[in-house]
T-cell receptor, first 116, second 117 residues
């Protein structure tokens, strides 16, 4: 049972346009969400995050939106650039339980291709 | 500024062989993790070490063992490799296992691609 789902395995967007990557989750205990980007033959790198007390977080061209009632988050990239072509993973984590670690649950990833 | 270093980058094994994937971080992080990435499955946690001296099972621990050798190093061992363990393995670390937002950010190594024939 996947608690974090990315239902679109791939997305193609023209350079300069908006890219919207979506992620759904089922565990209502999740309270912190992250997006990672992964290039071929490299490890994932952290991109942007959002706490459940917010509904939006911006960092330059990247904005993450959180809709807690729908258990849905999205990553917007504006404008999209060819260098943004990568696999994007969303991840979620619940509050820490005393003495335990705060684990990340990852989605299956979306391959974004930005066409020049 | 190495970050997280994994060795080897590539390995081919025959069914039943054993091997150890090595991971070292130079960021003085307390927590270390082993993930595997499979098509359509995303990243799944195999084992983690919240702090030096502790290890715990993740989502998919069967067929694996780990050793937290010291604060820097965390190894993953396959005692008797199976074709189902063909995957890309990622080691990761972060400052703390706990609650603060910044400590949630994992730093990943470049990955180790393992093929079991």
């Amino acid at each position: 049972d996947q608690q974090v789902k990315q239902n679109s395995p791939s997305l193609s967007v023209q350079e300069g346009r908006i890219s919207i990557l979506n992620c759904d989750y089922t565990n209502s205990m999740f309270d912190y969400f992250l997006w990672y980007k992964k290039y071929p033959a490299e490890g994932p790198t952290f991109l942007i995050s959002i706490s459940s007390i917010k509904d939006k977080n911006e960092d330059g061209r990247f904005t993450v939106f959180l809709n807690k009632s729908a258990k849905h988050l999205s990553l917007h990239i504006v404008p999209s650039q060819p260098g943004d072509s990568a696999v994007y993973f969303c991840a979620a984590t619940p509050p820490v339980i005393s003495g335990s670690a705060r684990q990340l649950t990852f989605g299956s990833g979306t391959q974004l291709t930005v066409l020049p | 500024n190495a970050g997280v270093t994994q060795t080897p980058k590539f390995q081919v094994l025959k069914t039943g062989q054993s091997m150890t994937l090595q991971c070292a971080q130079d960021m003085n992080h307390n927590s270390m993790y082993w993930y595997r990435q499979d098509p359509g499955m995303g990243l799944r946690l195999i084992y983690y070490s919240a702090s030096e001296g502790t290890t715990d099972k993740g989502e998919v621990p069967n067929g694996y063992n780990v050793s937290r050798l010291n604060k820097r190093e965390f190894s993953l061992r396959l005692e008797s490799a199976a074709p189902s363990q063909t995957s890309v393995y990622f080691c990761a670390s972060r400052v703390l296992a706990g609650a603060t937002s910044g400590a949630n950010v994992l730093t990943f190594g470049a990955g180790s691609r393992l093929t079991v024939l």
